[in-house]
């Protein structure tokens, strides 16, 4: 183990995928004292119509803080 | 907290997640008792070569019912 | 399908879990013109020292808040 | 339930999805002793740059590997 | 890869665990022609109150048709 | 986003637990350079009989090994 499931939204570049991959597995196994060959790391990649934070995508919300402001 | 994965077919329109998303997000902070602002909401899509029942995706099922029936 | 994963804090009675549960149900099945029958739901809980915000669980933020304030 | 979510590299043909869904769904059927109606398999494909190990994708750690044959 | 994770109802016995573990893993090998020794499954047990169908537990649904039968 | 669930298996400490999401948390903001508090991490633990490699626990893994090392 460990195995780690990161959800991330789309539009990351490969590099920032190898580098945030290479950055957890090594802050991982040196907090767990495990060898990084036991880390395994799963990236699942979310539309912007697939994440919600308090049923509103990010572009809704920010539409919405907009219009607080001008208001 | 509350976090959400949905897992459901490819095919719905953006404006169905949207509707989705917003009611259960309702429901779970009305339910719980807690902020909408604290419910994260992730929709994974699945292709239809990536949902089985009984070892069956969802057309392979309805050939084999549409067979019964004939047969 | 759908099929849902919902990770909540520990502590919930079986009560507000029997509720949430069908609150949801209802909610897809009507935002996404779908069956109830077809809509599962699996509720995993997560102890007090398994879910973080910032590197923190709830009870270091609220700390941290405190003192903020008495500061 | 079961429900079983299977992570897997891209590029498996629709067959071999059909036919590892079918093989698993026997085996759990079987061993558990359940009806294979009651199980339920989502596969989630992942990219090239969405699977890590040791913090290395696949193809970085056979590069690895052939540097250090050749050292 | 292929990382798989189970779900399923309290109650197994460890001997049932190893069982399913031991033929899905041969079962996902044989099908998709990769080596076992790169198969990984996680089971996660979920409590009676953390499954739900059409919004109902096992125990309510199967009270509900008890009831249905009786009318 | 980044919403991250770490699998593990039973048996680490509190202090542990805090110290790998700290340290997760940091080497992810750093990475995708975005704010720490947009970082959720949820950990879920696995029994020894809840985690498999090549079909065998980590148990039969080590019984396995010492046998062969004997034969």
Same mark, same amino acid.
């Given at each position: 183990?460990?195995?780690?499931?990161?959800?991330?939204?789309?539009?990351?570049?490969?590099?920032?995928?190898?580098?945030?991959? !290479?950055?957890? &597995?090594? $802050?991982?196994?040196?907090?767990?004292?495990?060898?990084?060959? =036991?880390?395994?790391?799963?990236?699942?990649?979310?539309?912007?119509?697939?994440?919600?934070? !308090?049923?509103? &995508?990010? $572009?809704?919300?920010?539409?919405?803080?907009?219009?607080?402001? =001008?208001?």
């Amino acid at each position: 183990m460990p195995i780690i499931e990161m959800h991330m939204m789309v539009g990351r570049t490969t590099e920032q995928k190898h580098k945030v991959a !290479a950055a957890v &597995t090594e $802050a991982v196994a040196r907090s767990l004292e495990c060898s990084a060959d =036991t880390v395994r790391i799963l990236i699942t990649e979310h539309a912007t119509d697939g994440f919600y934070v !308090a049923g509103q &995508t990010m $572009a809704q919300r920010a539409a919405a803080r907009a219009q607080e402001k =001008t208001a």
